[in-house]
């Protein structure tokens, strides 16, 4: 299976490029929750350099291995980005963590002697000497970062591909799919021609660095289900560290990345408090109407921040596990919410008058 990220906003993109605009050369696009980063990718068609941040590691490399230009990413140190992927195809398995802790092999090999389904023994095994031998590379000098994240994240592509799930890692499924049986094979991705400059950085959105100048696109989660948890073997991917890791789902620790947007009553708080802190000229802010802010309260608690204004996106069909859910399912409504924060405006005019 492909991965599907809970509120991607793939298929929005093109109703938010209107709003994003041609890059007229002033500031960056800060997209501050990027998760796969498919709003960021718009950007730089759009000719924005782009400020990449979610506050995990496996989102910040999968939006930034799309943001990679063939120039960043030569693998001339591994004679070529076909013949890195067809090494790293043609390992053998390793044992490592994957393949103990999220393999059937967790039934014996396990702390929590549980047997977990989320991949079978064989491509665990794979994934694991993929991960090390990645690691080694990076460590020995042969790949730069560029590199290395354009192949982790094609890493978790073909992971994703293969993993025993109905959706997300919030837990595996008890029978094997016909797609968790197939093998793990990394492919290589098309690479973009020409790259922008892309900034990454990994952490709360509330330490973002943003200028004045910046466009800040925001798309917090919007419901109670946080991706620390759903997301979690991502993230152990990633990092190839061997946390203690709980329950029958196996998830590793994840409670301080808990994110108070997922809190009905935290999330009004925090977005308020989160768009009075941003300094910058312009912030986008997707709203659905199934989260679980209200639209009215939101906009009346941001009358003094500057200048609002609503704009309906589209209303799209969600995805649905069956005909009843279907049948008794609402249109879903995304917003997008434009704000000009007065402070910003006028110390930009000031400057602005200032440099006459
Ligand atoms: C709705 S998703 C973004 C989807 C993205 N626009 C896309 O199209 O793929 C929200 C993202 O926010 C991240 N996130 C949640 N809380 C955060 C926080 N406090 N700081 C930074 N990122 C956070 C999540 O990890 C998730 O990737």
Same mark, same amino acid.
């Given at each position: 299976?492909?991965?599907?990220?809970?509120?991607?906003?793939?298929?929005?993109?093109?109703?938010?490029?209107?709003?994003?605009?041609?890059?007229?050369?002033?500031?960056?696009?800060?997209?501050?929750?990027?998760?796969?980063?498919?709003?960021?990718?718009?950007?730089?068609?759009? $000719?924005?350099?782009?400020?990449?941040?979610?506050?995990?590691?496996?989102?910040?490399?999968?939006?930034?291995?799309?943001?990679?230009?063939? *120039?960043?990413?030569?693998?001339?140190?591994?004679?070529?980005?076909?013949?890195?992927?067809?090494?790293? !195809?043609?390992?053998?398995?390793?044992?490592?963590?994957?393949?103990?802790?999220?393999?059937?092999?967790?039934?014996?090999?396990?702390?929590?002697?549980?047997?977990?389904?989320?991949?079978?023994?064989? !491509?665990?095994?794979?994934?694991?000497?993929?991960?090390?031998?990645?690691?080694?590379?990076?460590?020995?000098?042969?790949?730069?970062?560029?590199?290395?994240?354009?192949?982790?994240?094609?890493?978790?592509?073909?992971?994703?591909?293969?993993? !025993? %799930?109905?959706?997300?890692?919030?837990?595996?499924?008890?029978?094997?799919?016909?797609?968790?049986?197939?093998?793990?094979?990394?492919?290589?991705? #098309?690479?973009?021609?020409?790259?922008?400059?892309?900034?990454?950085?990994?952490? #709360?959105?509330? *330490?973002?660095?943003?200028?004045?100048?910046?466009?800040?696109?925001?798309?917090?989660?919007?419901?109670?289900?946080?991706?620390?948890?759903?997301?979690?073997?991502?993230?152990?991917?990633?990092?190839?560290?061997?946390?203690?890791?709980?329950?029958?789902?196996?998830?590793?620790?994840?409670?301080?990345?808990?994110?108070?947007?997922?809190?009905?009553?935290?999330?009004?708080?925090?977005?308020?408090?989160? %768009?009075?802190?941003?300094?910058?000229?312009?912030?986008?802010?997707?709203?659905?109407?199934?989260?679980?802010?209200?639209?009215?309260?939101?906009?009346?608690?941001?009358?003094?921040?500057?200048?609002?204004?609503?704009?309906?996106?589209?209303?799209? $069909?969600?995805?649905?596990?069956?005909?009843?859910?279907? #049948? !008794?399912?609402?249109?879903?409504?995304?917003?997008?919410?434009?704000?000009?924060?007065?402070?910003?405006?006028?110390?930009?005019?000031?400057?602005?008058?200032?440099?006459?």
């Amino acid at each position: 299976m492909t991965l599907r990220y809970i509120g991607s906003k793939t298929r929005l993109v093109d109703g938010l490029a209107r709003f994003i605009g041609q890059y007229s050369g002033r500031g960056r696009f800060v997209d501050a929750f990027c998760g796969m980063g498919s709003v960021a990718a718009q950007a730089a068609q759009l $000719g924005w350099p782009v400020l990449l941040n979610d506050h995990l590691s496996y989102a910040a490399i999968m939006s930034s291995a799309r943001l990679t230009a063939r *120039n960043q990413a030569s693998f001339a140190e591994l004679g070529g980005y076909t013949s890195a992927i067809d090494r790293l !195809n043609g390992l053998d398995g390793r044992r490592g963590f994957i393949w103990s802790e999220y393999s059937p092999a967790s039934l014996a090999h396990s702390r929590a002697g549980v047997e977990r389904r989320y991949f079978t023994e064989a !491509n665990a095994a794979h994934i694991d000497s993929c991960r090390s031998q990645i690691f080694d590379w990076s460590k020995s000098g042969l790949l730069n970062p560029s590199e290395e994240r354009v192949l982790l994240a094609d890493l978790l592509s073909a992971a994703n591909r293969v993993a !025993n %799930i109905a959706g997300t890692y919030g837990c595996f499924l008890s029978r094997w799919t016909s797609q968790s049986q197939g093998t793990l094979a990394l492919r290589p991705r #098309d690479l973009i021609e020409e790259g922008m400059p892309v900034d990454i950085s990994v952490g #709360d959105v509330i *330490n973002v660095d943003i200028a004045p100048d910046d466009t800040v696109y925001l798309d917090p989660p919007y419901t109670k289900r946080q991706y620390a948890s759903y997301y979690h073997l991502l993230e152990t991917i990633v990092h190839g560290d061997a946390p203690v890791v709980e329950g029958v789902a196996g998830l590793r620790p994840w409670q301080h990345l808990a994110s108070d947007f997922c809190y009905k009553r935290k999330a009004l708080g925090a977005l308020v408090d989160l %768009i009075q802190g941003i300094g910058a000229r312009r912030i986008l802010l997707s709203y659905s109407n199934e989260g679980h802010v209200d639209l009215a309260q939101l906009t009346d608690r941001l009358v003094d921040v500057g200048d609002v204004k609503v704009e309906p996106l589209a209303s799209i $069909g969600r995805y649905r596990p069956n005909q009843k859910a279907s #049948d !008794n399912a609402s249109e879903v409504s995304e917003y997008l919410v434009v704000i000009e924060p007065k402070a910003v405006a006028s110390m930009t005019k000031k400057s602005a008058t200032a440099r006459k």
